[in-house]
C-alpha cells in the first residue's frame, strides 16, 4: 500500500501578486502543468489579460482582484476562487513590492506598509485558504521568500525583516502541518529581473548597487528570470506525494568565463 494517494488528477491554484514578474510567470507555469489558476492582484485588468492569454492556450484561468493588505480583499478572493474553480489545492503567496530605504531613515508607517504586504498579506492568504486544506488533508502552500533572508542586503531593511517573517512563519507552519497531507514550502529566490525596484531613479540605483558589490551581495551581473522561479515552484508543487521539498532557493547562474 502506497503512503499516500497520489495527487488528484485537478488541483486549483491561487498566486498572488499575478499581474507580473514571478507571480505571472508561476500562474503561466502551472497553468501549462494543468492546474486551473487563480490570478490575483491589485492590477485586475492585468490579471484578466493573463487569464485570457492562459484560456487562449488551452488553459482554465480566472482574474479576481485582490489586496493582501485588506483583509476583505482576501477572504472575497479566496471565495470567489473557490467558486469558479472549487476547492483550492495549491496556494502560491508572492504578493510585494520594493522600496529602497535605509532603516534609520524610514519611517515607521512606510516599512509597516511593507511587513503588512509581505508577511501580514502571506498570512491572510494562509488563514483563509489552508484550514479548508487541512480538513482534505492534502494541498501545497508554497511562500515565495528572498535569499536576502540568508544574505541581508542594504536599503532593503524592512523587506528583509519581512522576508525572515515569512520564512519563520513557513517554518512554523512546517512543523504544525506534518502529519495533515499538507505541505508547506519556501522559494528562496536570488536576484530576479521583475517589476520589483525598476521605480527608482538612476542615482538611487547606482548608489544600492555600489553598496551590494561593496557587502558581497553582487558576485556577477546576471539576474533570474521570473520563469526561472516560476520552474522551481512547479517542481515543488508537482512533487508526489510522500516528499517534501521544503526549502528551495534558486540563484542565477555566472556568465561563462572566457576559455583560456
Given at each position: 500500500m502506497p503512503r499516500f494517494d497520489p495527487h488528484p488528477e485537478r488541483r486549483p491554484a491561487v498566486v498572488t501578486g499575478a499581474s507580473s514578474g514571478i507571480g505571472?510567470?508561476?500562474a503561466t507555469a502551472l497553468a501549462l502543468a494543468g492546474h486551473p489558476v487563480a490570478l490575483g492582484a491589485r492590477r485586475d485588468a492585468k490579471c484578466e489579460e493573463l487569464a485570457v492569454s492562459i484560456r487562449a492556450g488551452g488553459g482554465e484561468a480566472f482574474a479576481h482582484?485582490?489586496?493582501?493588505?485588506d483583509s476583505g480583499s482576501v477572504k472575497a478572493f479566496a471565495a470567489a476562487a473557490a467558486d469558479a474553480l472549487g476547492p483550492i489545492e495549491v496556494v502560491v503567496s508572492g504578493a510585494g513590492d520594493l522600496a529602497a530605504d535605509r532603516v534609520h531613515e524610514l519611517d515607521s508607517d512606510a516599512f509597516l506598509a511593507q511587513v503588512q504586504v509581505h508577511l501580514v498579506g502571506a498570512h491572510r492568504l494562509v488563514s483563509a485558504l489552508v484550514p479548508g486544506m487541512v480538513a482534505r488533508r492534502r494541498g501545497d502552500v508554497v511562500l515565495v521568500s528572498s535569499d536576502v533572508v540568508r544574505v541581508p542586503r542594504t536599503r532593503m531593511g524592512a523587506y528583509v525583516a519581512a522576508k525572515n517573517g515569512v520564512e519563520g512563519m513557513a517554518r512554523a507552519m512546517q512543523m504544525e502541518l506534518e502529519g495533515t497531507g499538507v505541505r508547506a514550502s519556501i522559494i528562496r529566490p536570488g536576484p530576479t529581473m521583475t517589476?520589483?525596484?525598476m521605480g527608482w531613479d538612476a542615482e538611487t540605483t547606482g548608489a544600492v548597487l555600489e553598496e551590494w558589490v561593496k557587502w558581497g551581495a553582487a558576485r556577477h551581473p546576471c539576474?533570474?528570470?521570473p520563469?526561472?522561479?516560476a520552474a522551481a515552484v512547479a517542481t515543488v508543487v508537482?512533487?508526489?506525494?510522500?516528499s517534501h521539498l521544503s526549502l528551495v532557493e534558486v540563484q542565477p547562474e555566472a556568465p561563462?568565463?572566457?576559455?583560456s
Open positions: 505571472a510567470a508561476t482582484h485582490l489586496d493582501v493588505g517589476g520589483m525596484g539576474f533570474l528570470r520563469s526561472d522561479v508537482g512533487t508526489p506525494r510522500g561563462l568565463e572566457a576559455s
